[in-house]
């Protein structure tokens, strides 16, 4: 999962500056991306450091919400959104798809992680000897 969150990280950092041109919104594209670069980056530490049910749903909302953004702004052209600039792209480039695999290998491996966390949270609240 902090794998996805890492390509995501790294593919939104480097394109950021091609977002510069992004019209609308008080936000221009570039910081945009900046960002997501470095909340995708963050989320993948906090994953690999505490690998807790928070940890995978935080890595969820984070990889869901660009999956979410990058599917909306590729099909839907919704022009500027308040301070965010109008981010309509009907093209698909090898950028856009290694973030959106990325993405949504994260997303599905958060899901995973929450649920395989949630269980062996339940399996160690067990009593000993309790044959479960």
């Known amino acids: 999962m902090a794998a996805g969150l890492v390509v995501d990280a790294v593919v939104h950092w ?3 500056p091609d977002m510069a ?13 900046q960002v997501q670069a470095a909340v995708a980056g963050v989320a993948a530490v906090i994953v690999l450091v505490y ?13 869901g919400s ?20 109008d981010m309509y792209d009907p093209i698909w480039y090898t950028e856009k798809w290694l ?3 990325g993405e949504g290998i994260a997303t ?11 269980r062996e949270r339940e399996r160690d609240a ?3 000897g309790s044959g479960g």
């Open 21 to 33: 041109y992004v019209q609308g919104g008080s936000i221009s594209g570039e910081l945009l991306f």
């Open 99 to 101: 973030s959106l695999v």
């Open 51 to 63: 690998g807790s049910r928070w940890a995978y749903a935080l890595g969820f909302v984070v990889a």
């Open 66 to 85: 660009a999956v979410g953004a990058l599917l909306l702004y590729h099909y839907v052209e919704v022009g500027a959104l308040g301070p965010l600039p």
């Open 14 to 16: 480097i394109y950021a």
């Open 108 to 118: 599905v491996a958060a899901v995973a992680g929450f649920v395989l966390a949630g």
């Open 126 to 128: 067990e009593p000993v």
